[in-house]
């Protein structure tokens, strides 16, 4: 990702915050490069959850409001269930020292999640 994204930089003479204020510019579709800075991304949003084993969220890339602002990315609900996987993950490993099971850890109820 970063050799490519380099790449796009340096030849369109932009600087990382207005290469991603293309990415997420709803109007622009046509343009090959903000195309393969957004394919990478679902790449990396692929393999995170293959890595997790966590193959059963659907990230529903596209353009979603966040902060009331329409970006590109994973839809909120998976967003929202990602980071709570990753919470849950977190709250695992340290209960075991840091060397937590792989996949989807259960928190106690009482500990909540990320978002309530």
Not at 31 to 57: C, F, K, N, Q
Request: net charge negative; aromatic share 6%.
């Amino acid at each position: 990702m970063d050799h490519e994204r380099r790449e796009i930089m340096l030849r369109r003479d932009l600087g990382l915050t207005k290469l991603y204020n293309l990415v997420n510019d709803s109007g622009i579709n046509n343009d090959p490069d903000v195309s393969r800075m957004r394919e990478i991304h679902v790449e990396i949003d692929e393999a995170l959850v293959a890595t997790y084993g966590w193959d059963d969220v659907d990230l529903d890339h596209g353009f979603h409001a966040y902060r009331q602002v329409a970006r590109w990315g994973p839809c909120a609900d998976a967003r929202t269930e990602l980071l709570d996987r990753l919470l849950a993950e977190n709250h695992a490993r340290a209960a075991t020292g840091g060397t937590g099971p792989k996949g989807h850890a259960n928190v106690p109820p009482d500990q909540g999640t990320l978002f309530t």
